[in-house]
């Protein structure tokens, strides 16, 4: 009597879990180089996509990051591939072309952007990249799968909203704080300090250490200056690559009471972008506000 049941129960759930596997086959399977582009995926393409992000633990340099052949399999079986460009992830370019694929589709932030190699390659800190992948992301969703056009629509105008709020309190700093100067240990947060209205101080400095180059001493010389003598009121430093060099800046940072404050290249776990953004914006303009008062 339990082996009819059980196969009554079965034959009758038979077509909600064949509609179940064929819900789950149907995804569009979406590749990010990093998982900030990930997560501009899952935002967009809501239940309607499977998003892998092949860069997502910000306790590791990602300038280390050697491919494998997992990684080369979810880039061949994707349909959509979300990528920085510009320098940043050359790996990718070249899982690209080493599995052809005519129905695949890449977007690369910098090509949205019109940035190329030798520019500063950590886009997704310039606030218009990541709209741009939103929206190039989005209609691209809108073509390959029209039944579900609405949900995409809906989405990016929702995505949209919470970055404009974003860009609201990036203003708001702006507009109090414009024209403070604020050095770095690497370019990382470059474009967002620029929108913050910052003045970029040792900028040649920054350069060099992001090609894995030696500053000159001159260039040494003047970043401890500016930390010495009130010039910089703000170091920012990639928290996920330190080193001695670093370490000593640092000190010296604290030494003079100027304000650190750590950035990441890849998006912390258990954040989305807007957390993640807002968090960073918000700890320059407390640290900002704590020097005034």
């Known amino acids: 009597m339990r082996s009819l049941l059980f196969a009554a129960v079965m034959l009758a759930a038979a077509p909600f879990l064949s509609a179940g596997n064929a819900l789950a086959a149907e995804r569009i399977a979406v590749v990010a180089a990093e998982n900030f582009y990930g997560d501009v995926a899952r935002q967009i393409g809501g239940d309607h996509v499977a998003v892998t992000s092949i860069l997502s633990n910000p306790d590791e340099d990602p300038h280390l990051f050697e491919t494998s052949p997992s990684t080369a399999r979810a880039v061949a079986d994707a349909g959509i591939v979300i990528y920085n460009g510009a320098g940043y992830d ?82 708001n700093v702006r507009k109090t704080y414009g024209g403070t100067e604020v050095t770095a240990t690497e370019p990382v947060f470059g474009y967002m300090a620029e929108a913050l209205g910052f003045r970029m101080l040792n900028e040649k400095f920054q350069t060099a250490v992001m090609n894995d180059a030696e500053p000159t001493p001159k260039q040494v010389i003047a970043f401890e200056k500016s930390l010495k003598d009130g010039s910089a009121k703000i170091l920012f430093y990639n928290s996920q690559v330190t080193d001695q060099a670093t370490e000593r800046l640092l000190g010296i940072a604290r030494e003079n009471k100027v304000s650190v404050i750590g950035v990441t290249e890849t998006m912390p776990a258990g954040q989305i972008l807007q957390t993640w953004f807002a968090g960073q914006v918000g700890a320059v303009e407390k640290a900002l506000a704590a020097r005034t008062q």
């Open 90 to 171: 050359p790996w990718m370019d070249k899982l690209v072309s080493a599995s052809s694929a005519p129905s695949r589709t890449a977007i690369v932030a910098a090509a949205l952007t019109g940035r190329k190699s030798g520019d500063n390659p950590h886009l997704w800190y310039d606030p218009a990249t990541l709209p741009a992948v939103a929206k190039a992301l989005a209609g691209e969703l809108v073509w390959r799968d029209p039944e579900n056009a609405a949900d995409y629509k809906a989405n990016l105008a929702t995505f949209t909203l919470s970055m404009e709020k974003i860009g609201k309190e990036i203003a």
